[in-house]
């Protein structure tokens, strides 16, 4: 996990002059072709991790992004590669859709990790007659940089911890009433077993309050003595 944290400043570099390459003899009548060239010239010596790349387009219909990258472990030459190619910033070259839109080229969205790099190219394409010049302007690179390990774990902890500390509750019963509600059930409950003093034997219930048993409410006596079940 990466990213960019609101307070990381941009990286300082030095921006040359916009390179328009030409079709003809230069010192004789020529035409533009289109295609514009932006070097990005980080600190000497600082190779940077990049994070993010964020300019103001100026009627660029394509940008491809090259990288001067330095392998650390190895003396050799540093090489260019190309990280993003030829990725649209307007609706239609011919139209205005997009033409002084911001932009952000995030590390996830280039070919090759942007690690260890000295050196940025920006090569601008605009194939329409219609505009006279294009460039990007406001040009910014954010470096890239780890999170610390024991922070997060901590902002983690802090977030569980407030979580327990104000359980979602809407909608449920209170608890207290809850439980003396079923404290009271269980005291009834208690009470019922208690006075249960009637059993059943045979087909007479007898009372105990009683020396006598008392018949059944489906049998009766005669006056003769027998019974007689209804």
Not at 20 to 26: E, R
Not at 39 to 45: A, E, I, Q, R, T
Not at 89 to 108: A, C, F, K, V, W
């Given at each position: ?11 300082n ?17 020529t035409?533009?072709?289109?295609v514009?060239?932006v ?7 600082k ?8 300019f103001?387009?100026?009627y ?9 990258r ?16 030829d ?27 942007p ?33 610390d ?33 079923i ?17 059943s ?9 009683h ?8 049998e ?11």
């Open positions: 996990m990466s990213g960019t944290p609101d307070d990381t400043k941009p990286v570099f030095t921006v040359k002059a916009p390179v328009y390459l030409q079709i003809g003899d230069a010192k004789a009548d035409a533009h072709s289109g514009c060239v070097d990005v010239n980080l600190p000497f010596g190779p940077v991790n990049i994070e993010e790349v964020t103001k387009n100026y660029t219909a394509y940008v491809t992004v090259r990288l001067l330095r392998n650390p472990e190895q003396e050799a030459p540093a090489k260019w590669c190309t990280a993003v190619r990725l649209p910033l307007m609706d239609n070259p011919h139209t205005e859709g997009g033409s002084q839109d911001y932009y952000t080229i995030h590390r996830t969205q280039m070919q090759v990790e690690d260890h790099v000295v050196c940025a190219r920006l090569i601008l394409r605009q194939p329409s007659l219609a505009w006279l010049t294009f460039s990007l302007e406001d040009i910014k690179i954010f470096p890239h940089t780890e999170p390990p024991e922070k997060e774990v901590s902002d983690w902890l802090s977030d569980l911890t407030l979580t327990d500390q104000h359980p979602d509750l809407e909608g449920l019963p209170d608890p207290q009433t809850v439980s003396s509600s404290q009271q059930m269980w005291a009834l409950t208690e009470v019922m077993q208690t006075n249960q003093t009637t059993a034997i045979g087909r007479f219930d007898v009372s105990e309050t020396s006598q048993p008392h018949l059944s409410c489906n009766c006596v005669h006056d003769g003595g027998d019974v007689i079940t209804f």
